[in-house]
């Protein structure tokens, strides 16, 4: 396991990406069991303006991949949004400083920030059948410009545990390649969730908090908009 992601790194949160209200939500959603409305997505998508034929790339990608490996799965789904997604910053695409893309609305924009690329990730390969308990959103803090660089900003990837021990594997939009933690150095994680709610730190056994998604308000209200436009 990388000592990055053995334990919580404390640094000073000044950066959008966690300056996140946490607020405590009286409903609470789960991916834990989910499907996809595909005509209520397609419906969605053309509401939003948004091209079919990158949806149907992307739906064609889930439909002919539910029998492949678990790595084949991964790679497919992080190759198809790191090619077919511009990073664009939140505040030119959404006019807001800091917001939380739904799959179909980066689908429709064909732009994403790193949160909206990792987001998109997940809920792709949730409905690949990866197991919640496996898949999970990384604050991280990145080291920018190789090895010997002080340059650091505030980031997301998602991490894929093949196991409760296990070193877990990395899809990020700066970096194509899928590393395990391991080899991304440049990283530190601060926390991590998924559709069960929010783990103190990101090893594969760092303890799940009380309060599920609810905890994290944009989270748990991008759940919300998911499951409107489809994601069930």
């Known amino acids: 396991m990388a000592p990055a992601f053995r334990t919580l790194r404390a640094f000073p949160i000044r950066s959008k990406l966690i300056t996140i209200s946490f607020v405590i939500a009286a409903s609470m959603l789960s991916l834990t069991s ?3 409305n595909w005509d209520r997505l397609r419906t969605n998508i053309r509401a939003l303006s948004g091209e079919e034929q990158i949806f149907n790339d992307w739906s064609n990608l889930i439909l002919s991949s539910t029998e ?10 992080n190759n198809f949004f790191n090619r077919r ?6 505040i030119e695409l959404w006019g807001q400083s800091d917001y939380w893309a739904t799959p179909l609305e980066s689908l429709s924009k064909k732009k994403a920030d790193c ?8 809920f792709s390969l949730r409905n690949l059948n990866i197991p919640d308990a496996q898949l999970r959103l990384v604050y991280v803090k990145a080291r920018i410009g190789g090895p010997n660089s002080s340059v ?7 991490a894929y545990y093949p196991s409760s021990d296990a070193d877990p594997l990395i899809l990020d939009n700066l970096i194509s390649e899928i590393r395990p933690a391991s080899r991304r150095n440049d990283l530190s994680p601060i926390f991590s969730f998924n559709g069960q709610g929010i783990f ?4 594969a056994n760092a303890t799940l908090g ?8 944009r989270w748990q209200q991008l759940l919300e908009r998911a499951k409107k436009e489809g994601f069930e």
């Open 34 to 36: 989910h499907g996809i």
């Open 68 to 77: 492949n490996t678990t790595e084949l799965k991964l790679q497919k789904v």
């Open 85 to 90: 997604l511009i990073y664009t910053e939140d």
């Open 115 to 122: 949160e909206d690329y990792v987001i998109a990730k997940y």
């Open 152 to 158: 650091t900003q505030a980031h997301m990837v998602l």
């Open 200 to 203: 103190a730190g990101a090893a």
């Open 210 to 217: 009380p309060g599920g998604t609810g905890r994290l308000s």
